[in-house]
């Protein structure tokens, strides 16, 4: 006697975390601000604990910045906080230190940020 199960099977963590990080995320890298120079300062919710306020003319520091927000920010953070023109250009960076799901879930709704990836940073 074989018995099936009137359950069914829970999303796995992954799926949840694809679905949490693709529902923040803006309809194009073209609803991004253009924000370049100057300070940002990340709200609580972004940055918990440690660092909160981020130059954007030093490449690290911005770096450090857009991985946060891409971790930790909601979809207004993703949009008001981050250049329209960088993402682009600089995606080889942030993509590595930033964990499998925001990465692929980038890649994945904006295409040419997968194609930046085999570029040299």
């Known amino acids: 006697m074989t018995m099936s199960s009137s359950r069914s099977a829970a999303p796995s963590a992954a ?12 309809a194009s890298l ?3 601000a253009r924000l370049q120079h100057g300070v940002v300062e990340l709200p609580l919710h972004v940055a918990w604990p440690g660092l909160r306020a981020y130059e954007l003319d030093p490449p690290r520091l911005r770096m450090g910045l857009y991985r946060t927000i891409l971790a930790e920010g ?12 960088l993402p682009l250009a600089q ?9 499998r799901h925001v990465q ?3 890649e994945e709704a904006f295409p040419d940020l997968a194609g930046a990836g085999s570029v040299a940073a």
């Open 15 to 26: 799926k949840v975390l694809d679905a949490q990080y693709t529902s923040r995320l803006p």
């Open 74 to 85: 909601q979809n207004e953070d993703l949009v008001t906080l981050r250049n329209r023109d």
């Open 91 to 99: 995606w080889p960076v942030p993509r590595t230190p930033v964990s």
């Open 30 to 32: 073209e609803k991004l």
């Open 104 to 106: 692929q879930v980038q």
